[in-house]
């Protein structure tokens, strides 16, 4: 266990709808990540947030969108949903000091149908 | 902004083989190179590092090398099991502003035949 959840686990819906992944970083983490694996791809850089702020932005599409709440904890938001968003999706946390390794939660399979 | 590049995209060896996997990055100022395994459904994890100060590091059947110079460090496998089976990429990283920026490689399919 990393120590970063994200919910939901799976998430199936349509063509068309809007959907919020949430994630929780490691107690005392202030950056978070997030990635899109397409089956049998590599981790494609979405967004980053470090202590609410925006950060750095990867291949993030128009109708994504991201946040960083106080808590630390951060959504994904992803709207009129095509079938090719169809991905895992990883959120992933990191300390400011120390080691920079990045701490993967377990993903969020997303499902367009 | 940093690119990583990652070779081979797949590799298949025999068990007890070794496995190596090279990657190259562009910009200087990246200092921090972890290496990350992902088994089929599961999340990444990682499973060794290294900073720019060192040039190898090793941790059993692990060890990773890094060429300042040339900007690239590989991962090497020695004695390779069936459980070594799965993608691994690489990363580059680099301190900005007080947060870190992290490039990832395209990852290599490692398949470890019995």
């Known amino acids: 266990d990393s120590g970063v959840t994200q919910t939901p686990k799976h998430l199936i819906t349509a063509t068309g709808q809007r959907v919020t992944l949430r994630c929780s970083p490691r107690s005392g983490d202030l950056s978070v990540y997030w990635y899109q694996q397409s089956l049998d791809q590599g981790l494609q850089f979405l967004i980053q947030?470090?202590?609410?702020?925006?950060?750095a932005k990867g291949n993030i599409l128009e109708r994504f969108s991201a946040q960083q709440f106080p808590d630390l904890h951060s959504e994904l938001n992803l709207s009129s949903l095509e079938l090719g968003d169809s991905a895992l999706y990883f959120c992933?946390?990191?300390?400011?000091?120390?080691?920079?390794?990045?701490?993967f939660g377990p993903g969020t399979r997303l499902t367009v149908l | 902004g940093e690119n990583v590049e990652q070779h081979p995209s797949t590799l298949s060896v025999q068990e007890g083989d070794s496995a190596v996997i090279k990657c190259t990055y562009s910009?200087?100022?990246?200092?921090?190179f972890p290496w990350y395994k992902q088994e089929l459904g599961k999340r990444p994890q990682l499973i060794i590092d290294?900073?720019?100060?060192?040039g190898e590091k090793k941790d059993q059947r692990i060890a990773v090398t890094l060429n300042k110079t040339a900007k690239h460090f590989s991962l090497h496998i020695t004695e390779t099991q069936p459980e070594d089976s799965a993608v691994y990429f690489c990363a580059a990283s680099m301190r900005s502003g007080g947060y870190q920026k992290v490039t990832f490689g395209t990852g290599t399919k490692l398949q470890v035949i019995p």
């Open positions: 290294i900073r720019s100060n060192v």
């Open positions: 947030y470090y202590n609410g702020e925006e950060r």
């Open positions: 910009d200087s100022a990246s200092n921090y």
């Open positions: 992933a946390s990191s300390a400011l000091a120390g080691y920079n390794e990045q701490f």
